[in-house]
Nanobody, 127 residues
Framework: QVQLVESGGGLVQAGGSLRLSCSAS????????MGWFRQVPGKDREFVAA????????VYADSVKGRFTISKDDAKNTVYLQMNTLKPEDTAVYYC????????????????????WGQGTQVTVSS
């Protein structure tokens, strides 16, 4: 059974930075795409970033491109989301997710590609 646990959320002022972490158990990252999504109440879950199994491919939502960086450490089975120059509109619950299909990069921004999700971590950016 795969379990994903996010951490690193919190309250930060606009322009500040946070680094989110997502640790996995039950399956190693080495062969799977990992993604970060976010959601605010009343809205659909929104894609943020994804990284392929060898970290050779990354993709970002336009709204975070140039400000956020996704990375992973396979030895620690952990994926990270470095968030810089945060804006109030980045306020959301952030979720990490694992695509259970090996070596799949067909639709990394599509939430339906991911079967495993963490419980989420709240990020609040004050103006």
């Amino acid at each position: 059974q795969v379990q994903l646990v996010e951490s690193g959320g919190g309250l930060v002022q606009a322009g500040g930075s946070l680094r989110l972490s997502c640790s996995a158990s039950g399956r190693t990252f080495g062969s799977y795409t990992m993604g970060w999504f976010r959601q605010v109440p009343g809205k659909d879950r929104e894609f943020v970033a994804a990284i392929s199994w060898r970290s050779s491919n990354t993709v970002y939502a336009d709204s975070v491109k140039g400000r956020f960086t996704i990375s992973k450490d396979d030895a620690k089975n952990t994926v990270y989301l470095q968030m810089n120059t945060l804006k109030p509109e980045d306020t959301a619950v952030y979720y990490c997710a694992l695509d259970p299909t090996r070596y799949n990069w067909a639709r990394p921004a599509a939430a339906e590609e991911y079967d495993y999700w963490g419980q989420g971590t709240q990020v609040t950016v004050s103006s």
